[in-house]
């Protein structure tokens, strides 16, 4: 094993630590929410009407340019997800729910994601970098945890678990597909970082979006510890893809690369804004079940 394996294992383990401090706080909140969501729907605590009025208020005015843009024109995707359709929903649910379902819709297309991109020979193929590839392998792994954890917190507050990927995307998805057998490995490695990086931040950006709206403290806890742990995905993808655009892939390392080969923006290209934006972020009915 040289310096580099061992460095980077750090990382990954690093990744993997913050990931469980994640799901443990999120764990200890599900745990309160189960006694919350029963006490809740013993009462009567639903205003269906309420919630129609806050789906359609977190609706309007959204604006995110990704299909408009051309962000995900180039991606690279696997045909497995040609499967997937989508089906709009409006959920006569509380707003918390909606805002939980959402965010799973979210993760369950990041794990579709990333399991098609490593069936990709130059992400998770004997061709691939390493560095990507283990990212790509931890992270999917991660999502799925999130997913189940929202999920969780969902069926607490008396909801229906979300299984599906967040319908708005699957278009945009399904449309891209066409341009994974056109892309040399070189192209097709960056255009998957990009859609990575794009669907990490709609989950970062949501999950900051919703944490004030919860009227629910532990819906608000999970998703706030959550939202680190795609926060730093976002910064590992922003060193990755600056690296692919240099046409640097021998520096997507921790080492032995040499510091004075790495670009000028290495040290800040993953941080990118000093407060985190929203304008990405999914309304909170976007993948709500009915």
Known sequence: MTTGDREFDLLIEHSQDLNSYAMASTRESLDELVETGQERRARGEIDLEESRQFAQASSEGVS????????????????????????????????????????????????????????????????????????????????AQHAQAFNSAVTALGGKAQTNPDPKYVPVVNQAVAAITKDDPSAGALAVVGLALTLENVAAETYVANCPKFSDVNSKKITASIMGVESQHVATLYAVQALLKAGATQLIALSPTVVAQLPAAAGSVGFPNTFYPTSMASPASEGALT
């Open 64 to 143: 995110r340019g990704l299909a408009a843009g051309g962000a995900l024109a180039g991606a690279a995707f696997g045909a497995t997800l040609l499967g997937l359709t989508a089906s709009a929903a409006f959920a006569d649910t509380p707003s918390d729910i909606q805002m939980l379902q959402t965010s799973a819709s979210i993760e369950n297309l990041a794990v579709n994601t990333y399991k098609t991109a490593l069936t990709l020979p130059y992400i998770g193929g004997s061709s691939a970098n390493g560095v990507i590839k283990a990212f790509a392998q931890t992270t999917m792994a991660q999502h």
